[in-house]
């Protein structure tokens, strides 16, 4: 079993920073691509950004230039840090990860947090 752990949620004016981190341990050869998705108040989930293990970024239109998606292989850590946040940024935020197990063979499972609260005011 993998567990995903965040932190770094919280309150911020809009214009301010916040730095999201997301932490994997449990049974796992290694951890592929990880990322960030969020969850606006009766609205779907949606992709935020998404890194590789060799480092290649992705990012929603919606944050490009104002976040930045990194990682920590060596302590299975995937971070986003967010700056410029606007109201519209205010979503519960959720980090992904895929393991990589083998039994038999290679198989990859995806795994989430639990979700951390981000509020931007106005």
């Known amino acids: 079993q993998v567990q995903l752990v965040e932190s770094g949620g919280g309150l911020v004016q809009a214009g301010g920073s916040l730095r999201l981190s997301c932490a994997a341990s449990?049974?796992?050869?290694?951890?592929?691509?990880m990322g960030w998705y969020r969850q606006r108040p009766g609205e779907q989930r949606e992709l935020v950004a998404r890194?590789?293990?060799?480092?290649?970024?992705n990012y929603a239109d919606s944050v490009k230039g104002r976040f930045t998606i990194s990682r920590d292989n060596a302590k299975n850590t995937v971070y986003l840090q967010m700056n410029s946040l606007r109201p519209e940024d205010t979503a519960v935020y959720t980090c992904?990860?895929?393991?990589?197990?083998?039994?038999?063979?290679?198989?990859?499972?995806?795994?989430w947090g639990q979700g951390a609260q981000v509020t931007v005011s106005s």
């Open positions: 890194i590789t293990t060799d480092g290649s970024t």
């Open positions: 449990g049974s796992m050869l290694r951890l592929s691509a």
């Open positions: 992904n990860a895929d393991g990589l197990h083998y039994t038999g063979g290679f198989y990859s499972r995806t795994y």
